[in-house]
């Protein structure tokens, strides 16, 4: 199942999250063109439930679109503070240690 995440599920999806991007033709966003919650979520699923657990961004190099949506939302003044706050720091993430067998 694990590598099944790492080398099919994952990068199938954010690829398909890529193309969906692409279809706001005139903006870097999702929905509009400004930051909405769509870009919030989308943030939150591609960066700490897969790019955080592989332990590497390296994946965006191929998807320009969500590579500077990513930038685009941790750029934002109030996430920015967030992400770099004591607050932050204690939740628990979903690092590379989530993809080893429970067993």
């Known amino acids: 199942a694990i590598k099944n995440f790492v080398e099919l599920g994952f990068p199938r999806h954010i690829g398909n999250l890529e193309r969906q991007l692409k279809l706001n033709e005139s903006s870097p966003y999702f929905v509009g063109d400004k930051l909405t919650v769509a870009d919030i979520s989308v943030y939150d699923v591609v960066v700490n439930y897969g790019t955080d657990r592989l332990g590497s961004r390296e994946i965006l190099d191929q998807l320009p ?21 004591a607050q932050y720091k204690k939740i628990m993430k979903f690092g590379p240690e989530t993809l080893k067998p429970m067993y």
């Not at 679109?65 to 706050?85: P, R």
């Open 65 to 85: 679109g969500l590579k500077a949506l990513i930038e685009k939302v941790e750029a934002e003044e109030g996430i920015s503070k967030y992400l770099a706050s």
